[in-house]
T-cell receptor, first 114, second 112 residues
Framework: DQQVKQNSPSLSVQEGRISILNCDYT??????FLWYKKYPAEGPTFLIS?????DKNEDGRFTVFLNKSAKHLSLHIVPSQPGDSAVYFC?????????????FGTGTRLKVLA | DAGITQSPRYKITETGRQVTLMCHQT?????MFWYRQDLGHGLRLIYY???????DKGEVPDGYVVSRSKTENFPLTLESATRSQTSVYFC???????????FGPGTRLTVL
């Protein structure tokens, strides 16, 4: 049972436009969400996070939105740059239960076209 | 340099052989994790450890063994490798109370 789902395996966006990556989760105990970025032959690197007490978190060109009622989060990248081309993973954990276990989605491959 | 390292980076082995993947971190992070990445499955947690001598199963632990005698090391052993264990393996660590995990560069394992 996939508790964290990224239903779009790939996404292509023109440089300068907005990229929107989506993630859905099923476990209502999840209260902390993260996005990681992964380049080929490298480990994932942390991008941005959001706690369930917020509905938005912004860091430069990256904004994460959380809709708890829909169990949905999205990552917006504005403006998109060619260097943003990578695989993006969302991850979730139930931090208030004291766990540091993260459940990851299957990833979305973003390609930003110059 | 400080950080999290994995060795070997690439490994080819045969079915039935024992293989150990190493993970070392220099931050003294209490938590360490092993994931495997497979097409269509994303990153799946194999085992994790909250501290030295404390380990627990993740989502896909079958066929794997871990140990953690020292805080900085978290080796992953495939006792009898199978073709289905061909994958890219990532080690990660996190400091207690922190928000994010730091990942190693990965080990690409091929089981023939």
């Amino acid at each position: 049972d996939q508790q964290v789902k990224q239903n779009s395996p790939s996404l292509s966006v023109q440089e300068g436009r907005i990229s929107i990556l989506n993630c859905d989760y099923t476990n209502s105990m999840f209260d902390y969400f993260l996005w990681y970025k992964k380049y080929p032959a490298e480990g994932p690197t942390f991008l941005i996070s959001i706690s369930s007490i917020k509905d938005k978190n912004e860091d430069g060109r990256f904004t994460v939105f959380l809709n708890k009622s829909a169990k949905h989060l999205s990552l917006h990248i504005v403006p998109s740059q060619p260097g943003d081309s990578a695989v993006y993973f969302c991850a979730a954990s139930a931090r208030t239960s004291g766990t540091y276990k993260y459940i990851f989605g299957t990833g979305t491959r973003l390609k930003v076209l110059a | 340099d400080a950080g999290i390292t994995q060795s070997p980076r690439y490994k080819i082995t045969e079915t039935g052989r024992q293989v150990t993947l190493m993970c070392h971190q220099t931050w003294s992070h209490s938590y360490m994790f092993w994931y495997r990445q497979d097409l269509g499955h994303g990153l799946r947690l194999i085992y994790y450890s909250a501290a030295a001598d404390i380990t627990d199963k993740g989502e896909v632990p079958d066929g794997y063994v871990v140990s953690r005698s020292k805080t900085e090391n978290f080796p992953l052993t495939l006792e009898s490798a199978t073709r289905s264990q061909t994958s890219v393996y990532f080690c990660a660590s996190i400091r207690q109370g922190a928000d994010t995990q730091y990942f190693g560069p990965g080990t690409r394992l091929t089981v023939l």
